[in-house]
């Protein structure tokens, strides 16, 4: 594994599903995957499978809902898209993400 | 919200794992598939592209893993396998499973049986409002322990005084016949003061509650009972306000009281409650100790605090009324469920401590087994811990095993439970308050649940914690066959304390049937074969006065019946429990008034001592001549001679007795006429009491003598006869309490005998489990022992070393759990003190029976196992392995 690459942090994937299903609408976990790992270029390793629990997770908590459908490859896939709490909690968890970046930023500013 | 949410989609998934399973491959493929088309569209050649979509996306069974621990409960599911494994185990040794859970169904469906009574009994609360305040108060003598019955002018004396109680109620047995319906019945009564009703917390269903104003002397109002509503009034809500003849007289009935109420507790049969209006002989006399007393406790008032109060008022009446109040200058205070109770907690106490020790005895056997079974399974245990099986989880399953057997072994107890509850109640019929509520239900079934699994732990986490320390290696190297080092002894250890409990409880059994034996044999002073006894009221509205008269035409014609060798009236039936008690002037021995012995008063007719076939010692028996006008007389029994006139001839001496004969002049005074055996009242008496019988003739007020009835046919064939013959004399007085004498005292032995059965059955119970123990204990060591055995004979070893070698084992056992046995049964014997009639609690005769019984039942058990050892054929033994 790179040395320069960080882990995904536990409940930062999360967020990062429900950005990528509020930007590309409804997508199927390899979809999902490929646009977590095109966004974060090369910064982030991850793998792939690690989506799968995730969006386990948030199908359990009723944020986001799956359905099989066709893909592009004209094979059956299981799609996934936001609900009506998901989109609610996108701000939530975007405001709670950001308040946390911000305080690390402030632990990591060059004190003067 | 979201946790529930979570939750629900988890426990759905339990249900769902095969389709969601495939879910997922599918899910999960086409994931790869998508990445290989993407690779592919890449130029990757078809092998590099499947590689890459691998790689990328990470290892498939672990998603799969992570995936399903986030879909469901992993912990549950693992649970799962284990009891699937636990079941298949179970199957796998038919007869093991058999033998623990018969064994354990033996010892939870007896302890459920107890605990449901128990719980009845004891542990549920008094059916009214905030019972923890409810207190019962008596009367008592400074220094007695036995509390007594307290007179009205007392009573009224602590109502009005007192500032620990809310409300301070005095509650009476009584009974009317109910007239002008279509045919007058026999009702049980209580006689209470008015505000019983708020004291208790309750509500009529119907009406009202008694006022204060009720009370009132002439004032006549009743409260009737929902299920008397019902049958004799059609449940009439007119009924509110009607009124009704009860012995004769014209009552108000101002309510109607709900289904499930009782008062008191022990007496479910009430259907009517006065107001102590309908006392008014007693209400004046200071001497007449008639009522108990319940009160409700102000909040914050101890019952301590109470106690110490009432005590401080009775002490002041005696010093102020010491004619009446000398011996009841103090009073007691104890929580009415624990009065109510009484000894009979003590009885409770001991039948479930017995049927714990059955329990634990079952276990004994159990664990054993399990430790034997575990020696057999090393090698299985040793192959897994070789896969790779961590401790922790050969414990689990082990546990698991246990578990699954001791619900099992809990479901079929409770099965037995069901079965034997019903019965236990028969025997205890109503000698226990409370009991007859008894029954299996939810909590009971808790119980049971518990006491199994609580079971299956204890004799499932020894065995367990032996075989998961498992040496691997030389487990193996053995061919599975090593032993457990250092557990014999604790085989060994188990059989001795499983003998020792069986000792205690046996000895507790022994003493309890040495006792009800005891009580079956004791003569009772009269001959109660062919006697029957039954009742009915001579209501003073129509009757004062005329009761001699009314009976002796009566009884003559009671013998003209076909079948009656004689017949005679008590006021009080010996062997009921009742009894009257009523203080004496003696002018040979002068004392203050308050001092004045008393004895136990007796009410009969002429011929009460032939029908009862009483011995009389001197003198002679009432005549129907000793009337109100002939010189008033009585009778007194050898117990009251040896009292009051030891050494001398009480022949002609006069006494007066403190009972009004209806003359303003107050009571006579009477020449004893004669003197006669002693007579039990109670079947669990201990010593004969002093007794006065008096003519029932010459106090014609009093109300009312029971018939006696010997008889030369069946007795209880005469039941329809008496009935006639009391109604052609007036058809509104229903006969009442029919019994054959026989019958009246088994009724009375119903507690010993219930107890002496239940330690009974528990014994016997834990002799056969001691001895299928000890049997199995005996055999599997002979069976480990083949080889060595067999090595003994081979250097020349006799049969009879051998034999000798496994009894001594046996008997070294048997003789350290029956010392042991021996010791806590002397020291726990004094419990059964109070239970026990005509023995000690350290019988020896009992212990020495005990011990013989347990020490030859024993020793059989190893017999059989040590003759086996002695018929090894040692060619055969060597070569066993």
Known sequence: MGENKSDVLQGTLDLM????????????????????????????????????????RLEQRGWIKAEWGTSEANRRAKFYSLSRIGRKKIEEETENWERIAATMARFLAPSN | MNLLRILLARCAALFRRGKLDADLNEELRAHIELAIHEN????????????????????????????????????????????????????????????????LALGVGANTTVFSIVDAVMLRPLPYAQPQQLVEVSSADAGSPVARSVSYPDFFDWREQNHSFEHLVSYDDNSYTLTGITRAVHLDAEIV????????????????????????????VVLISHSLWMSQFGGDTSIVGRTIHLGGEAFTVVGVMPPSFRFPVDKPQNSLWTTLAVDSDALKNRGSHSQAVMGRLRPGVSVAQADQEMKAIAGRLAMQYPDTNTHNNSAKVQLELRAILGETRTLMLVVLGAVAFVLLIACGNIANLQLARVRDRQREIAVRCALGA??????????????????????????????????????????????ANAGVDLGVLGFALATSLLSGLVFGIVPATAASKTDLVKTLQRGGQARIYGHDW??????????????????????????????????????????LTFAFDTPDSSYKNRRPQVYRQYFEKLRA?????????????????????????????????????????????????QTMQISQIEGRDFTEADNMQAPQVMIVNQAFVKTYFPGEDPLGKKLKPGAGNGSPDGPPWRQIIGVVGNVRHSATQREMQPAMYLPASQLPNWCCVSSVVRTSVDPISLEPAVRKLVASMDSDIPVTDVRTMPDMISMRLAQPRFTTV????????????????????????????????????????????????????????????IAIGLLAALAFGPILAMMLYGTGPRNPAVLAAVTVVTALAGLLAAYIPAARAASVDPMRALRTE
């Open chain 1, 17 to 56: 599903v429900l950005k990528t299903l509020e930007a590309m609408g409804p997508l199927h976990g390899y979809g999902i995957a490929r646009r977590i790992e095109q966004v974060s270029g090369d910064a982030l390793s991850m793998n792939q499978g690690t989506i799968y629990p995730a969006l386990l």
């Open chain 2, 40 to 103: 592919l569209h890449h130029g990757m050649s078809p092998g590099e592209a499947r590689t890459a979509a691998l790689r990328a996306f990470g290892g498939v069974t672990q998603t799969r893993e992570t995936y399903r621990e986030q879909r469901s409960f992993p912990l549950l599911q693992q649970l799962g396998r284990d009891l699937r494994f636990g079941l298949r185990q179970i199957r796998k040794s038919p007869g093991f499973s058999v033998v623990v859970i018969v064994t």
């Open chain 2, 193 to 220: 003061s008015w505000d019983l009703l708020p004291m208790l917390g309750i509500q009529p269903e119907l009406g009202r509650g008694f006022v204060a104003g009720e009370e009132k002397l002439g004032s006549r």
């Open chain 2, 390 to 435: 961590t401790r922790a989880s050969v414990l689990r399953q082990l546990i698991t095993e246990s578990l699954v057997l001791s619900i099992a072994g809990g479901l079929v107890g409770c099965a037995v439970a069901f079965v034997s509850v019903p019965g236990v109640l028969a025997l205890i019929g109503n000698s226990v308050p409370r009991a």
């Open chain 2, 490 to 531: 604790l085989r060994m250890a188990v059989l001795v304390a499983q003998v020792a409990l069986g000792v205690v409880l046996t000895a507790g059994a022994g003493l309890l049937t040495t006792s009800f034996v005891k009580l079956i044999r004791t003569d009772e002073g009269f001959n109660p074969d062919h006697v």
């Open chain 2, 561 to 609: 019946l076909p079948g009656v060798e004689s017949a005679a009236g008590s006021m009080i039936l010996p062997m009921t429990d009742d009894d009257a008690h009523i203080s004496f002037e003696n002018p040979e021995r002068p004392v203050a008034k308050g001092l004045r012995p008393n004895a136990e008063l007796m009410p009969v007719t002429p011929g009460f001592f």
């Open chain 2, 758 to 817: 239940l330690l009974g059955s528990f014994s016997v119970l834990s002799l056969i489990l001691t001895v299928v123990g000890l049997y199995g204990v005996m055999a599997y060591s002979v069976t480990q022992r083949t080889r060595e055995i067999g090595l003994r004979f081979a250097l020349g070893a006799q049969r009879g070393a051998v034999l000798g070698m496994v009894l001594r084992t046996a008997a070294t056992l048997l003789g350290a759990g």
